[in-house]
């Protein structure tokens, strides 16, 4: 179930406050929103306000003890103060998909493209129906007969995933470290460079943008070849994509056309999918193959944190901006030329 907030008639940023929830990009977003001459808040789990305290990025810091108040307490705050929640990684780890549903006070995004993004069998159409390469997936563990990547349900940050090349080492691995888990994927492990790439688009402006590019700090993925071969062997690592943080990357220039079809392509289709489609940040994550194929093997419906790196802007935004633009900052311009045009309802979900 989706619930309609209830909408200020104010076409005054002032009267507005961007909210979001202390951890994964909250800075990124916190500092953007006060760029563009928004209010802020941030709500922390108590033990975790400091870092928002120490770099002064918010005008308020709402500590709680448990996220189980967030209903008894903090929406009735978000609600008084006119708050627009802008969700992140966590906020949707924390929270939960229905929850997200339910809630009561403005959220920027659209509500309804976090089932797609969610279930990897929708995902999986949704990107198909976008007509985007995606790595295969295998039906069963006896179809094993190339090196594939087992992701299991809601793995957060990558942590557990495992590589196999055939059912045995399948069930070698399964067995031993995750006998009670059943609901998993088998991709295709694909060859090549892991490329995360970060979109926006404005139901405003009705552009998408090309906003900056990452990739991803794993460990012990980017360990494991700090070692020679005859070590790694010895040592028997289990290779593992926990992240650790996010390094910037610019493409190759001749890939930005075809990353742009990606990216206008998903949207496109999300507009068949659901009311308003997908709008806002999002993230194709993506490997590109040394014949320069892109594959995609997931999508993320929201600001992804291999933005961080460009609370200043990006060599992508440097173009086209005349100020430094973070994608938290791009958030909140939206946000505020919503506001002042009377189009605020077309950016919440
Ligand atoms: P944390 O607050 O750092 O424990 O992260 C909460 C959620 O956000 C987890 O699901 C993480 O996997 C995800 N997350 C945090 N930082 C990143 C990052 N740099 N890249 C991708 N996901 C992240
Ligand atoms: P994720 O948590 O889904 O973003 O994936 C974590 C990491 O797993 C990525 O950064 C990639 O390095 C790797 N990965 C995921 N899917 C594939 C795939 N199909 N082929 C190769 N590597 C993959």
Redesign the pocket.
């Known amino acids: 179930m989706i619930s309609q907030p209830i909408l200020p008639a104010s076409t005054d940023p002032k009267d507005f406050v961007i909210a979001t929830i202390g951890s994964h990009s909250a800075l990124q977003i916190l500092k953007g929103a006060r760029d563009e001459g928004l209010r802020n808040l941030v709500i922390c789990k108590k033990g975790t306000e400091d870092v928002y305290k120490r770099y002064g990025v918010a005008d308020e810091v709402i500590v709680i003890d448990d996220w189980s108040e967030w209903d008894s307490k903090v929406e009735e705050e978000l609600i008084k103060r006119n708050a627009i929640v802008i969700p992140h990684g966590s906020f949707i780890a924390y929270m939960g998909h229905d929850k997200v549903g339910t809630m009561q006070s403005m959220y920027y995004g659209t509500k309804e493209i976090l089932h797609w993004e969610s279930d990897r069998k929708m995902e999986r159409q949704w990107l198909e129906a976008s007509n985007l390469k995606l ?1 295969k997936v295998l039906e069963k563990p006896e179809d094993i007969d190339r090196s594939v ?1 087992i ?1 299991f349900h809601g ?1 957060g ?2 942590f557990g ?1 495992f590589i196999a090349n055939t059912p045995e080492q399948f069930y070698e691995v399964k067995n031993r470290k995750y006998p009670d888990q059943n609901d998993f994927v088998i ?6 460079v ?1 490329i995360y790439a970060h979109y926006f688009y404005s139901p405003i402006t009705q552009e998408l943008e090309i906003m900056s590019f990452d ?2 700090y ?1 460990s012990n ?1 980017d360990s494991i070849g700090r070692i020679k071969a005859a070590d790694q062997l010895a040592a028997n690592i289990h290779t593992s ?1 926990t ?1 650790v943080g996010n390094i910037p990357i610019v493409v190759r220039e001749s890939l930005l056309p075809e990353f742009f079809t990606m990216g206008e392509n998903v949207v496109e289709q999300s507009k068949k999918l659901c009311g308003k489609g997908l709008f806002g940040p999002f993230c194709l ?1 993506c ?1 590109v193959t040394r014949k320069l194929e892109i ?1 995609v ?2 999508i993320s419906a929201r600001i992804v944190a291999g933005t961080n790196p460009f609370v200043e802007g990006s060599p992508y935004t440097a173009l086209k901006y005349d100020v430094p633009m973070s994608t938290g900052r791009r958030i909140s311009r939206d946000i505020k030329e919503a506001i002042e045009s009377g189009r605020l309802e077309e950016v919440l979900g």
């Open positions: 790595p990547i992701k793995a940050g990558g995933y991709q295709e492990y694909v060859v090549g892991p990739k991803r794993e993925a994509y992240i994550e490997i594959l093997f997931e």
